[in-house]
Structures are given as structure tokens and as C-alpha cells.
């Protein structure tokens, strides 16, 4: 699989500015998910397995808003970097993480409700 990011509620222009100059040198396969696709599972927004079928476009809600970044098949240098260059642009996007065997059959919403639980522990934010 060629490494892949997966880009979820990137809006502010800046910000995007920013991630190109980072993520575009790299060669990195980058995918900005519209929500009418969040129906899919990270393995079919990836090119790992086929897309589902999914409703009209008008009939999805989007489920969340924060933006989210999905790492599909990165390196380690690759991802060490890709972090760095993150922070070195002070690019704040706490919802990251790995496609995983355990995640790939997941939605995007059922990832991000995941990460935000991890998040929320991680910061003791849910005490």
C-alpha cells in the first residue's frame, strides 16, 4: 500500500497551506475526506477493500467536526517526520492515528469517537 493520510475536517485554509508544504515533499498519497464519504471504513477510504454502498450525499449528517488525520502505511522515519513537521508549523490536530488490523473496519466516526476517548484519558479530561 503506498503511504496514505487521511485528512478529516481540514477547513481553515492556513492550515491546509501548511500541510501541503509538509505532506506534499514526502510523496505521501493524501486524501481529503469529504463527508459524504464517512460511511466508508478506513480500509475502503485507503484502497484496501472496495467501497460500500452508501446513501445520497444529502442524506449523511456529519457525525463530528474536529479535524482527524489517519496514518495508513507510513514508516517510522516517514511518520517521525511527518510529526515534526506538524509541530515545527505549530499545526494543532490532536485526533491522530494509525490504521491498524483492529481499525481498518472501522468508520471514521467510530475511529474518531475511539481517539477522543484515548485523548480524553490520556489528558484526564474525563474525570
Not at 449523511?60 to 508549523?89: C, K
Request: net charge positive; with cysteine.
Amino acid at each position: 500500500m503506498k503511504e496514505t493520510i487521511l485528512l478529516f475536517n481540514i477547513t481553515d485554509r492556513n492550515t491546509k497551506l501548511k500541510l501541503e508544504r509538509i505532506l506534499l515533499p514526502l510523496k505521501l498519497r493524501i486524501r481529503r475526506i469529504p463527508v459524504s464519504q464517512y460511511g466508508q471504513t478506513l480500509a475502503a477510504l485507503c484502497g484496501l477493500e472496495g467501497p460500500a454502498d452508501l446513501p445520497s450525499e444529502s442524506a449523511v449528517t456529519p457525525s463530528f467536526s474536529d479535524p482527524m488525520m489517519i496514518f495508513a502505511g507510513l514508516s517510522e522515519m516517514t511518520l517521525n517526520r511527518v510529526l515534526a513537521g506538524l509541530r515545527a508549523q505549530q499545526i494543532r490536530i490532536p485526533y491522530k492515528a494509525i490504521l491498524t488490523s483492529t481499525n481498518q473496519h472501522w468508520t471514521p466516526e467510530e475511529c474518531f469517537i475511539e481517539i477522543k476517548k484515548e485523548h480524553e484519558q490520556m489528558h484526564g479530561l474525563n474525570q
